[in-house]
Nanobody
């Protein structure tokens, strides 16, 4: 079982930066693939970025590629999302997710953190 707690959201002007953090409980964090999803008002939830258990493999959605970077620190049981050059369209609730290596879908979700980008 993994519990995920996000932090770092807030209000920022367009062009600014934020770093989201996700603290995970459990001693097996390093065996889980991690990721971030987001959901904007009136829109479906969408994938933002994912990272393998080792941190070697990273995937970013086209909409955020070049602006957002996912990383992890297994010693701290934490995954990060560095968000630069933020746009109003990035406004959403951001969710941290986790899955076992053998799982086809993300099994665990955090409660979400709000990111609001003003124009």
């Amino acid at each position: 079982q993994v519990q995920l707690v996000e932090s770092g959201g807030g209000l920022v002007q367009a062009g600014g930066s934020l770093r989201l953090s996700c603290a995970a409980s459990g001693r097996t964090f390093s065996t889980y693939s991690m990721g971030w999803f987001r959901q904007a008002p009136g829109k479906e939830r969408e994938f933002v970025a994912g990272i393998s258990w080792s941190g070697v493999t990273r995937v970013h959605a086209d909409l955020v590629k070049g602006r957002f970077t996912i990383s992890r620190d297994n010693a701290r049981n934490t995954v990060y999302l560095q968000m630069n050059s933020l746009e109003p369209e990035d406004t959403a609730v951001y969710y941290c997710v986790a899955k076992k290596a053998s799982s086809g879908s993300y099994d665990y979700w955090g409660q979400g953190t709000q990111v609001t980008v003003s124009s």
